[in-house]
Structure formats: C-alpha cells, structure tokens
C-alpha cells in the first residue's frame, strides 16, 4: 500500500530525533538542543490551553496535534535529571517510546487539516448520485414563489392547513424576526374560509392567540377577495414591545380605544405635556360617523393609575373631539388668590370668578346682551358661598355699579361687605324695603329720559344712560322669604324684579342653600334668575345633586357626579396603621369654594377665587361707593321708601294700623301697590309636614 510524502517524512524525523532526545541531555545539558525541545514543549503546552479554551469544535484533534512537542519535552526534563542514562537506561527507553508513538500516531500529518481521516479500507468510494426532487404539493404547486413564501408553506402543511387554507404570500416584518403576514385563501376553490380562527393559527405558530390578527380582505385589482381569502398577521415581537415600551398612539390603541375600552373607538391625535401648570393633556378624536366620543370616566381613570374620586381626571368634548387632563395634583385643592385685575370686567362684562378643572379661567358676568345680569348662588354652611358673593360684589363696584347688600342673620363676612356697598343691612324687614326701593326704581327709571330725550332700555354699550346699574343681593334669601310678616311679600317682589329689573338696569342677586320650589322659590324666580345669569352651585349633598341640577334646568344627560369629600391624597400605609393599633389621620376637608358654574345649562367642576377677609379686603374695591342719583332719591323720598331701613316699621307702612274694635283676626285691607298689612299674610310654604298640617287645623278648630 502507498504511503503518503507527508507520513514517511514525519516517520523519518521521529526515527532520527529519538536518540538525539535520549542522549543530548546527558552529554551536554546545557546544549542549545535541549533549550530548544523546551520552548517547543512550552509552545505545545500553550496551543492546548487555547483548544481546550476555545468554543470552536475539534479540541480534542487540536490537543493531539500538539501532544508530541509535549511529550518530547517531558523526555527531555527527565533524562535531565537522571543519573547517567539512568536505571535500566529509562531515558533511552522513553525516548525509544516516544518514536513509537509518533510513529503510530502521526499527530501533525493526519490531525492537520479539519475533516481529514485515514482511509480504512482499500475499496473505492461510491459515485455521488443525483437524488431526485421532492415532489411538488399537491394542495399548494409551485407558483415561483419566494424561499420565504415556501418556508411557510411547508410549515402550514406540516400544520394540517389550518382552516383548510394554504399560503398565497408570506411577509416577514422589518426588524422583527418572528413576526409576518400572510395571504391565505380557502384550499377548495369556491369555498369560504369558516374554521380559521386566532386560536388555530396561534396553535401553528406557536405563539399566543395575543399575538394573532385575521382581517378580511377587500377585493383588489388584480386580487379576489372575499370570503375565501383572508390576511392572517402574527406578531410576537412587536407586541412585546409595545407590552415593554409602546408609543403614546400604541399605548392609546391597546388599553383606551378598543371595543370596551374608556373612549371606544377613538383615535389619538396628540399629547401635550404643560410642566408649568403640572398636566398632561390627551387630544382623541372618533369618526363623524360615531357622532361624540362616549367616556367611561372610572375606567378611563383606572387606566390612567388615578382615582375617580382624586379630582385630578377631567374631560372636556368638543364635537367628535375629546380632551383629557390629568393633572399631577387636582386643581381643585389649589387656592387661587383674588387680585383686584381678575375681579375687574372687560368690555364684555365679563370677569374672572375661578378657575375650572381643565385650568380654564371661569368667568361670569355683571350684564348681557339681555341687560343687568341676575345672580343665583347656591351652597350650604361653609360652603364658600359669602366668599363668592364677596366677588360679585367686588365685580360690581369695580365695574361702576350701586351695590345693596341685605341678608337674613348678622355675619362677619357679610358685614365686611357692607362697608363696601351703598346700603347693608341685616332682616328680613329691611330685605323687604330693599326689594320695594327695587320695584319703584323700575317705574322711577322707566320714565328717565337720556341724552338724546327719549326713554330706553338700559344698555351699557349705549352712551347717555342717567342712571348707574344697580346690583341688590339677598343673602340667606330662602330663610327670609319664610318670615312670617314679611316673606310672602319677599317672594312676590323678589319675582317681579326678577322678570322686568334687567331692562332698567336693575340685578338682583340671591344667595341661599337651596333653590327648589317646595323650600321657598317660586318657579318663575326660579327660571328667572336661571335664564338670566350664571348659576354657581358649590359643595352640593352627592343625594341633592341630581335634584338640584334639575331645578336649575340642566338636561339628565349633563348632570355631573358628586365632587370628592376631599381633593387631598389620601395618605399611604393605612394597613401598617391597622396592624400597630394607630388611628387614622384626620381627614382634610378641602371643598370650599368648590362646585360648578352652570353656563349654557351644563355645569363645569371650578374652584373660586379666594378672597382673605383676614387680611382684608379694601384692595378689593374702589376707592369711592357707588350711589343712586339724586333725582332717584328725591323720587323715593316722595314715595316714602327711602330712609333708614334698620329703624322699626313706621305706622302705615305696611298698611293703615287696624282699630282697636275690630276683630284682630281679621286681615288688613291692601292699602296701595304692594304694601300689606301688618297681619301675617297667608303663606304658600306656611305647611311643610303633617305635624305642620295638624298643628294648622288645631289652631282653625280652636282644640
């Protein structure tokens, strides 16, 4: 048998260097001979640290091809060290087996190249055959297709066909190596596609029904369509990153507008952060088709890791437009200071009375296009209404007007106010001659000429009015209308200013804790006053307020869900409190000035401004009272009404005194205009219970 160059020659250098192995250390063991077997026995010794090292394949054949410069290093070390050549000349004997081993082995010649093996047998190798092509599919022949495309049949086959479907085209998706779409069509031509469905295909992939999307395909030029086609999308890698890091449209699309989602069927537009005022605003529209976006608040808040009931979420609708702020702490538990320019109208008539949930500045008004602005503010003790009535009043002096102010019970707040305004005064007498110097102004300026001589409505935008705008307020209103001398008689004026006071510049403001019909207000007051300003309601019972909003002619759809009992965080760790026994923080009632400004019939949650009696308030307002004119008040002291309004009734006033013969049961005669008698008139609330009512029939009776 022949035997390669490369193994005769490798066989001749182990037979010729055995006995130079063996005996150049004990002739001269310092020869350059043996300092040379060492550093080839050191450069052996590293090439098998980096094959044992490496993770490349093969370490074994590297170590091998390395071994002999090893082993002939360890010769040499030993016939070193030997006395001689040794006991039983070991040095020629391990030099003699060293040869042999090279000599069997032949470690450099057969090991060198990767994949080289010794032949073993003599017998010549078979010639190479062509195999034969596999077979087209059957369900799905070769259509040119690309090796993608193919790939993905073949797996769709090995599936069993999902849906008894095969692959039109597959897409792989840039950048995401599991991720494609494919165009399927039903295998049996005519027929559609029915058992296809995310669970079927997610099963073939391997993935999670998540990550599957099967959309209908519209027919194409060039394309069927239809019920027999389908585009199936897979897509495990971009849906884990959106899961781990989404875009805002990604992130509106997954949680916000899919079918049972916050605002369905939205689509986001933009996103606005405002590090100044600390909010984040979301900008979404709908479909014209949809008509206005529809709003799960508590859902929306949940997404949006927020409480319902924080005060922090507000939403604002704007045709198919929809606007949510979230704000990093609720507007509502700021405190906005009053300055004398937000409490100042502009040439609308219009000022600053807070400011809304959205940050909006609320504004209301001393005057419309109807003429003098009424007033209607509701709230219960403590609610901040005597602070809002307190801007009113600010609003109206600073815009030039005469400001009466009159209310039931003696307050601080109120009292303030009074030093500010034309006349104050506390009862319900003097709210009853204030309401009479009302009615007779309207006759009194209804017959005032202006500039040009002739007799108008009052309009502020018109020049050569004779008279200044005149604002009365009636605090605690309610209480005083159920007086029993005077308050049928504070209803009956209260609502006749109502209807005609605005055309002679005359407003008339009421504050109270309530305003349905049953407590005191008459319908047409009560539409009145509505019709003809901007109701505020403050920190309304959550059991009145869709009552109350009612009243004030809010349609059901709008009335607004109570405000929170508090818009400060509530503090953490209440479970660690249980557990040590401790009690739990007092609660921060922060509501006041809190509520709704009710503009257009659809309320808006506001904050309103603060105005510090402590500090005081003269900042506030002008320098100078406004007051009637002279000719106004010649005029009321014709008619007697106009004098000190404290004072006790003077005789006649409400009515000629009753003799002392006649029975003093028997009512009093009208005497002129509205002036009564100083009998009690008969009351429209004067029953409220049936102890009320069973009282009433025993004094009747005379039991």
């Known amino acids: 048998m022949p035997v390669p160059r490369s193994v005769a020659l490798e066989r001749a250098l182990y037979t010729v260097a055995a006995p130079v192995l063996a005996a150049a250390p004990n002739l001269s063991p310092d020869s350059p001979v043996n300092t040379a077997v060492q550093l080839a026995g050191a450069a052996g010794i590293g090439g098998c640290i980096l094959a044992y090292k490496s993770d490349e394949p093969g370490t074994g054949r590297k170590i091998l091809r390395w071994s002999p410069l090893v082993l002939a290093a360890a010769v040499d070390v030993v016939a070193r060290h030997t006395i001689g050549f040794g006991p039983y000349c070991v040095d020629a004997l391990l030099a003699a087996g060293w040869a042999a081993a090279g000599l069997l082995v032949m470690p450099f010649s057969r090991h060198t190249r990767k994949g080289h093996r010794p032949a073993l047998a003599a017998t010549a ?94 027919r194409q030029y ?151 602005a009424h007033g209607l503010f509701v709230a219960p003790s403590g609610g901040g209404k005597t602070q809002l009535m307190g801007l009113h009043v600010a609003a109206d002096a600073l815009f030039g007007a005469v400001v009466m102010l009159a209310t039931e019970a003696p307050d601080e707040k109120t009292a303030a106010l009074g030093r500010h305004t034309a006349r104050y005064g506390v009862g319900a007498l003097f709210m009853v001659r204030l309401l009479r110097v009302l009615v007779a102004l309207m006759e009194i300026r209804g017959e005032m000429p202006w500039e040009d001589g002739e007799v108008h409505e009052w309009d502020p935008t018109r020049p050569g009015c ?36 605005r055309k002679y510049g005359v407003g008339l403001k009421v504050a109270g804790q309530s305003i349905y019909v049953q407590d005191g207000f008459t319908q047409l007051l009560c539409e009145n006053l509505r019709e003809n300003c901007i109701p505020v309601v403050l920190k309304v019972a959550p059991k009145k307020i869709t009552d109350m909003f009612k009243a004030l002619g809010v349609p059901s759809e709008s009335i607004p869900d109570p405000l929170p009992r508090s818009f400060s965080p509530a503090e953490k760790g209440r479970i660690e409190r249980v557990m040590a026994g401790e009690p739990e923080p007092p609660s921060d009632s922060n509501t ?27 900042e506030f307002f002008p320098d100078d009272v406004a007051t009637l004119t002279d000719y106004e008040i010649r005029e009321l002291e014709a008619r007697e009404l106009w004098f000190d309004w404290t004072e006790p009734p003077r005789p006649g006033e409400f009515g000629p005194e009753p003799d002392d013969d006649e029975d003093s049961d028997e009512a009093a005669p009208w005497d002129a205009g509205t002036r009564r008698s100083t009998e009690k008139p008969a009351r429209r609330d004067a029953v409220t219970s049936p102890r009320e009512a069973l009282e009433a029939i025993r004094n009747l009776s005379g039991v």
């Open 592 to 618: 006041g000035g809190a509520g709704w400004i009710v503009e257009a019939k659809h309320p808006d949650v506001l904050r309103t401004l603060f105005m510090d009696f402590r500090a005081g308030i003269d």
């Open 466 to 501: 004779p008279y200044r705008m005149l604002s009365a307020y009636l605090d605690e209103f309610l209480s005083a209308a159920r007086h029993g001398l005077y308050g049928a008689e504070i209803m009956d004026l209260a609502e006749l200013v109502s209807v005609k006071g």
């Open 125 to 218: 190798a078979p010639a190479p055959q062509l195999q034969p092509a596999p077979a087209p599919s059957v369900a799905q022949p070769d259509d040119g297709a690309d090796a993608f495309t193919r790939r993905v049949r073949r797996l769709w086959e090995n599936r069993g066909m999902p849906g008894r479907t095969i692959v039109v085209k597959a897409t792989p998706h840039d950048g995401m190596p599991h991720d494609l779409s494919l165009l399927v069509r039903a295998s049996e031509v005519g027929r559609p596609i029915s058992g296809l469905s995310e669970e079927v295909v997610a099963a073939a992939f391997g993935v999670d029904v998540a990550d599957v999307d099967i959309e209908e395909v519209v």
């Open 222 to 372: 060039g394309r069927e369509g239809g019920p027999s086609w389908r585009e199936v999308h897979v897509t495990p890698d971009a849906n884990e990153r959106r899961r781990k890091a989404p875009t805002a449209r990604e992130w509106w699309a997954y949680r916000l507008s899919g079918h049972g989602g916050p605002v369905p069927g939205s689509e986001f537009v933009k996103e606005v952060r405002d590090d100044d005022r600390r909010v984040t605003h979301y900008v979404a529209q709908v479909p014209d088709e949809m008509g206005e976006p529809r709003v799960n608040l508590h859902a929306l808040a949940a997404v949006l890791k927020t409480k319902y009931d924080e005060g922090r979420l507000f939403v604002t609708v704007d045709g198919n437009q929809v606007l949510i702020s979230l704000w990093d702490t609720s507007p509502l538990a700021q405190v906005f200071p009053a300055t004398r320019e937000l409490l100042t109208p502009d040439k609308d008539g219009r000022w600053v009375t807070g400011y809304l949930g959205n940050g909006q500045p609320a504004r209301n008004r001393v005057y419309t296009d109807r003429g003098a």
